[in-house]
């Protein structure tokens, strides 16, 4: 390799030639850095596009303004994409069912039987006493284990209004 070169310096010869090669590239990558660090905060041009707008943070923009505006952007993004959560039905429904499959009494009823027969913890179980809720998420699954359909437990509870598309499956 000849000497003179940056990537000789880099190697570890320190020799002037090699030195001199390092501070002319060093000069130049922070005059470039520079540049575009002058580039970036420059404020977008004034016309259609104006501060404080997603439009202008995508152009580049990063200013305070446009950086919120960025930010309220995705959080509203994030709040119109969660699935709506639909409201909890009774647990009472569901261990009159489970004590006629089971064939005992409702006030008799073992946690341990109720998460067996429904598929879940004994944790879940003891949150459904305490609440006296099941989260309805889960109620499709659970009817199903027990052979039933969710309407046939808990009746127009369960129905979760949804939003019409207008497809056609």
Known sequence: MEHGTRGLYNKGCRC???????????????RRQTQ???????????????HGTWSSYTKGCRCSRCAEA?????????????????????????????????GEPVDQLDRYVIARVCGVSERTV?????????????????????GWHPAAIWGADWYIETYDTGEVA
């Open 126 to 146: 003891t949150r459904w006493y305490e609440t006296q809720e099941v989260q309805a998420r889960i109620c499709d699954d659970i009817a199903i284990k027990l």
């Open 70 to 102: 960025q930010r309220e952007n995705r959080r509203n993004r994030q709040r119109t994409n969660r699935l709506p959560v639909a409201a909890p039905v009774p647990l009472a429904p569901l261990l009159e069912r489970i004590a006629s499959n089971v």
């Open 16 to 30: 002037e030639p090699c030195a001199q090669a390092n501070r002319t590239y060093s000069a130049k990558h922070k």
């Open 36 to 50: 575009a660090i002058r580039e970036m905060l420059q404020p977008i041009a004034q016309g259609p596009t104006q």
